[in-house]
């Protein structure tokens, strides 16, 4: 191929421009989905903490109330509590679990469609 001037310069092999250009793409959309996962995460880790510590509250108040009408119950209950607190605590757990499972699979995209074949005339040869 006739360069500039009349010279005959060999053509360097390149990638396509849009190769690079669905690449580049590609890298930052998977960074924002991940960020945007991360903050979706948190945000709901933080709505089922917040969850947790009220009832925890509520437990914790209920049982004051019930031991200052009867203080024999204090020792009895004190299993008991511990146990439905703890229970609380894993459905938690699961609630968190299941709010990943279901936003990952509301996530998934598509395979991304393939480049065009490289036209008569591209830099590809």
Do not use: W
Request: proline share 9%.
């Amino acid at each position: 191929m006739m360069g500039k001037g009349g010279t005959d310069r060999a053509q360097p092999n390149y990638v396509s421009h849009e190769d690079d250009v669905t690449k580049a793409r590609d890298v930052p959309s998977a960074v924002t989905r991940a960020a945007a996962r991360s903050r979706a995460i948190q945000t709901k880790r933080r709505e089922i903490e917040e969850v947790y510590r009220q009832d925890c509250d509520t437990f914790g108040v209920v049982v004051k109330m019930l031991i200052a009408k009867d203080p024999s119950l204090e020792r009895p209950i004190q299993s008991s509590l511990h146990e439905n607190l703890r229970e609380v605590g894993l459905r938690c757990v699961e609630a968190m679990q299941d709010f990943i499972k279901e936003y990952d699979a509301r996530q998934v995209s598509p395979m991304p469609t393939p480049p065009p074949p490289p036209q008569e005339g591209s830099l590809l040869r």
